[in-house]
């Protein structure tokens, strides 16, 4: 929830004695109410409201809070004030149309997870245009605070001397533990969807197109009650991208319309099909609103998938072909059909590349169930999961290795040392340049805010 907050002029003019601890300030119900200003970091105040609310939310996520929390969470807000603020002097943006597009996924995905947009706004107690927003400000602001610190950090690197040395020199009680690893072979197969669905679908965006270009109704109140897409809470608004930030089948024609008042063909993606309005051009990029509606499929559809997926793995079993060769050329998971069915792991950061290796909880659910009582070279019968664009797909997996649980060592994990060497010589740089950034800013902790947990130094002076 927005808070209309009074404006701090720059406390560098102020004389100290002028501050206040309370101040007061409109809230959305229009009652005259009084929230305690916590902290003020330059021209910033942080309220006691708003280290509340981030309090609650990250009790209500499961996220642990070490420490006191009314220390940890107001000094993370300080933080990010000063990144920010750096941001600004460096002019960093985050471009407007990476920002909904990852929000419209996170909003797909609590949509998937939890069935429906209600569900969503009752786990959240919020509704979906406020989530949304909160979700759009808190996005950016991660984005922009992650650039700064990689502008801060660019160039760091490790040599397998340091690494060494910086191993030899770790507490025994200090080497990582690495959990068992698995690592994880593929095949997936979308079900066929019955052709009278397919052309439902489209008929039903053509009566959305004819709607809206004979001026009956607006294109983004059909997007609001109709689109499958997070974006629907937005009237089906994408915002300003380049071609890069969308699929190339929507970019293609995204990009070719020339009249806002005209809704596009209809457009196949990987995610559904579409109809497009153009909004606005701007250089080399483009707004545009569009509705997304997906086909259903039947369980019967999923059944029949599954059944050709257990005849292939007969197959494979039976030595007819291998798992690789039918990965290769019978898999429709284009994320891991050229690398012979191999998966790998986008949470694994102790790589510079993407590794194979997977910790359980890593994996989906579906195929880490599976795979539980698996020994390496088994391969699994057909079952059915969430793929990455949260459609429901047939699969089998094979399970290529299993790495027992050790403590690291320079041998089998120097990817992972060396990445943990890196990042300390990241947040060691990070820290002297807070410290420095906390020196030269005007900050204020009220008495009752004050506290000898804070992470850097300097904030009370």
Do not use: C
């Not at 119900?29 to 910033?44: L, R, S, T, Y």
């Not at 024609?253 to 559904?272: C, H, M, Q, W």
Request: hydrophobic share 35%; glycine share 4%; aromatic share 8%.
């Amino acid at each position: 929830m927005k808070k209309n907050k009074i404006k701090i002029l720059k406390k560098l003019v102020l004389p100290a004695s002028l501050l206040v601890g309370v101040l007061p300030f409109m809230s959305q119900n229009d009652k005259n109410v009084v929230d305690e200003v916590a902290w003020i970091v330059g021209d910033e105040a942080i309220f006691r409201s708003d280290i509340e609310e981030q309090y609650q939310q990250m009790r209500s996520e499961g996220i642990s809070i070490q420490g006191d929390p009314y220390a940890v969470i107001p000094e993370q807000i300080a933080v990010e004030k000063l990144y920010l603020h750096q941001a600004k002097m460096d002019t960093i943006e985050v471009p407007e149309s990476s920002v909904r597009s990852a929000v419209d996924q996170r909003i797909n995905f609590f949509i998937n997870q939890l069935g429906s947009k209600e569900k969503v706004e009752e786990y959240f107690h919020k509704s979906l245009p406020v989530l949304r927003e909160s979700l759009v400000e808190m996005m950016k602001n991660n984005s922009i605070v992650s650039q700064v610190q990689r502008n801060l950090t660019e160039g760091v690197t490790a040599t397998p001397n340091e690494v060494r040395k910086y191993f030899d020199t770790m507490p025994a009680d200090s080497v990582p533990y690495v959990p068992m690893q698995v690592e994880v072979q593929i095949i997936t197969l979308n079900p066929n969807i019955p052709r009278q669905e397919i052309e439902d679908v489209k008929a039903r965006l053509r009566e959305y197109s004819e709607r809206v270009n004979k001026g009956e109704v607006d294109f983004s109140t059909l997007a609001f009650m109709y689109s499958e897409d997070g974006s629907a809470m937005q009237g089906g608004e994408l915002g300003f991208s380049g071609r890069a930030g969308w699929v190339p089948e929507f970019a293609n024609v995204a990009f070719n319309l020339t009249d806002p008042k005209k809704v596009s063909r209809i457009v196949e993606t990987e995610y559904g099909y579409h109809i497009i309005q153009l909004i606005a051009k701007r250089g080399d990029q483009v707004n545009v609103r569009h509705i997304l509606l997906t086909p259903k499929v039947s369980d019967k559809d999923l059944t029949d998938a599954t059944n050709r997926l257990d005849s292939i793995r007969k197959e494979i079993v039976g030595g007819a072909f291998s798992f690789e060769e039918a990965a290769s050329y019978i898999s429709q998971d284009k994320d891991t059909r050229n690398n012979k069915g191999v998966m790998t792991n986008n949470n694994d950061y102790s790589n510079l590349y993407r590794s194979s290796k997977f910790e359980m909880q890593d994996l989906p659910t579906e195929i880490a169930k599976k795979i539980e009582k698996m020994n390496p070279g088994d391969i699994s019968e057909a079952f059915i999961m969430k793929n990455n664009n949260h459609k429901d797909v047939a699969a089998i997996v094979k399970l290529t290795e299993r790495i027992p649980g050790h403590r690291a060592n320079l041998s089998d994990d120097y990817n992972l040392l060396k990445k943990m060497y890196e990042n300390h010589k990241k947040e060691e740089i990070l820290r002297e340049w807070l410290e420095k950034k906390i020196k030269e800013t005007y900050v204020k902790i009220e008495p009752g805010w004050q506290s000898d947990e804070f992470k850097y130094q300097g904030w009370i002076k």
